[in-house]
């Protein structure tokens, strides 16, 4: 019943969840997020105290990797009409994994505990967990070295190269399910009603250059939405992907001009990006490549996480922003479906008719090759309009510490504490 009332709840209008359109397959979800239905209308159901049926609206080939999704995680009805908006704090929360949630100090830490009454809790061998919300890599590096830290959550790109001759034995670096881009904001000039413009910005950037000498880290240039590594699935990609440099900065020269702009009369662009050394680098790197080529002004715009997400789904101050997707399950559609006109994580307000009806019409697909295929041409359409810029596909990098055993790299990067133990010194 949990589980039921957890579902119900990302669902419902009221709560506002921004994950709620990737339960869509859910029979009636969709009706009952656009406020057409009640949420007692959702396809799930509890046969019993341990048995939950689910209807979807198709055959959905993802589904049992959506449900690691957080938006489908139980939730403690009595809890939350208790508490409010506050019953995920400490002492309040009931969940059913591995740890409990003992204390939760903003901007200091958050501390998990041993849940002696987790299904599998005879396999656990952590009994405490202490995660730190460090923007500045590195801190966070110099946090490691001094030992306060087991496991780092990024790697400081101006230390790469160190890190790797002096801590190699240590460092994690693995191919990952994630997409780095920038997106427009079509919503407001100056880029609305610019495909021009767009194109052209996305064009002046070498990918290449970006991924040998800013990010280093083994990243790959990104020519398409969706990244590489989803089995049977060929992303489509940006038609200039195979130019050479050269060619692609005389085409946005020339589109540049036609948009209305040159160097007499430059384009004065705000990018935003949230706190990070990491970002901070990719930002002045790209401006340099529009300055290079196009003549474009840049104002870098530093944003704290929370004021920097807003902003973005508000649509009213931003210009062009820093954005990363990881996929949520290994299927194109959690990439794709960001950019459905409908969903409450499109925070550049794009828009295709066509883009959205592909999506819906591959949702409800039942031949894998069919379904690949329409999702195959909805990127293509995408990629065509430019509301993003990919710029590269991400790889995990992380530092553990060698007392830590367990760690095993997998393309989303999930590591669950429950998976893990101390070795013996």
Do not use: C
Not at 9 to 28: E, F, H, M
Not at 327 to 340: K, Q, R, S, V
């Amino acid at each position: 019943r949990d589980f039921v009332y957890g579902l119900r709840r990302s669902v419902d209008p009221a709560t506002g969840s921004k994950y709620a359109q990737v339960l869509a397959p859910i029979l009636n979800a969709e009706a009952i997020v656009a406020g057409e239905l009640p949420v007692e209308e959702l396809g799930v159901k509890a046969l019993d105290d341990h048995l939950l049926e689910i209807t979807l609206k198709a055959p959905t080939p993802y589904f049992l990797g959506l449900l690691t999704h957080s938006s489908t995680y139980p939730v403690h009805r009595p809890s939350v009409e208790q508490y409010g908006e506050r019953f995920s704090r400490p002492g309040r929360l009931v969940s059913n994994g591995a740890y409990r949630l003992a204390e939760w100090v903003v901007q200091s830490h958050v501390k998990l505990v041993r849940n002696r009454h987790y299904w599998n809790d005879a396999a656990t061998r952590i009994d405490t967990v202490y995660y730190y919300p460090i923007e500045d890599s590195s801190a966070e590096l110099k946090r490691y070295r001094a030992g306060e830290i087991d496991i780092t959550e990024a790697i400081p790109l101006q230390q790469f190269r160190w890190i790797r001759s002096n801590l190699g034995d240590e460092l994690k670096v693995a191919p990952y399910l994630g997409t780095y881009y920038y997106g427009f904001n079509l919503t407001q000039p100056p880029f609305r009603d610019a495909p021009k413009l767009r194109r052209a910005l996305s064009l002046a950037v070498n990918r290449e250059i970006l991924v040998e000498k800013i990010t280093a880290m083994g990243e790959k240039p990104l020519y398409s939405w969706v990244p590489e590594g989803i089995p049977g699935y060929e992303p489509a990609r940006l038609d200039y992907a195979d130019w050479p440099h050269s060619k692609r900065v005389a085409e946005a020269r020339r589109l540049y001009a036609e948009a209305g702009y040159s160097r007499a009369r430059p384009l004065t662009v705000e990018l935003r990006y949230n706190t990070s050394e990491n970002h901070r680098k990719v930002a002045i790197a790209i401006a340099a490549m529009w300055k290079q080529a196009l003549g474009v002004k840049v104002r870098l715009v530093n944003e704290e996480w929370k004021v920097f997400l807003e902003n973005r789904k508000q649509k009213r101050v931003t210009q062009l922003f820093r954005a990363g997707w990881i996929g949520d399950y290994n299927d194109p559609y959690t990439f794709l479906e960001i950019l459905h006109s409908r969903h409450g994580l499109n925070d550049e307000g794009y828009a295709n008719p066509e883009y959205d009806a592909l999506l819906d019409r591959a949702s409800v697909e039942t031949d894998p090759e069919k379904r690949f295929a329409l999702l195959r041409r909805a990127e293509a359409i995408a990629l065509a309009d430019h509301p993003v810029i990919p710029l590269f596909g991400y790889v995990s990098k992380h530092l553990v510490n060698p007392r830590v055993g367990g760690w095993v790299d997998n393309i989303l990067d999930h590591h669950y504490t429950k998976d893990l133990y101390i070795r013996e010194h």
